[in-house]
């Protein structure tokens, strides 16, 4: 099992860490054990001061493909969750100064909570999924599906030419903006439409 994300798929959150839109998905990877289960509370590692939310839609894959065409791609994901992608923006703004990757930024133990999953065929439309996080009680981060610079299809089928999908795999779309920081006692909550699925304490 991997985790792949997109960065800047939402054009209001490029825009807010003043990067360009892309022409295409920006591709990174998390390992499994940066994968946080159960609500479980996420401990803030002591190497950054500044780690920042980015609540994300994510696919779980449910059966092996490689180069996938977008007409078949929705075929390829049959639940959806909610994520976090934690991010040590410190770590990652010297990262990018240099030129260089930004996996310890993005990658380190737990840095993706990971909600139960839905099956897709109960959530409707899903090119107009709403979700936001609360941080204690106050609404930070609003997104719709409808907004993605590229859609759930055009992913899986731009990640499967270079990286064969398996079952199991999750996918997070991205982060809308309003992005921010977090601190120790910090309260999460993650609503995909009405529907808490994330729920959990910074420590």
Known sequence: MKII?????YAE?????????????????????AILLHNAPFYHPTFTTDIHHEIEVVLKICKEG????????????DEIGLGIDFTARDIQQQHKEKGLPWELAKSFDHSAPVSKFIPKASLGDLENLSFHLDLNGQKVQIGNTRDLLFSFDRIIAFVSQYITLRKGDLLFTGTPEGVGKVNIDDHLE??????????FYIK
Request: net charge neutral.
């Open 66 to 77: 490689k180069h996938i065409a977008e007409k078949f791609a929705h075929s390829y994901f």
């Open 5 to 9: 994300a997109v960065g800047r798929n």
């Open 190 to 199: 993650g609503y995909l439409g009405e529907e808490k699925l994330l729920d």
């Open 13 to 33: 959150h490029a825009k807010e860490l003043n990067n360009p839109l892309p022409s295409q998905p920006v591709i990174f990877m998390k390992p499994d054990t």
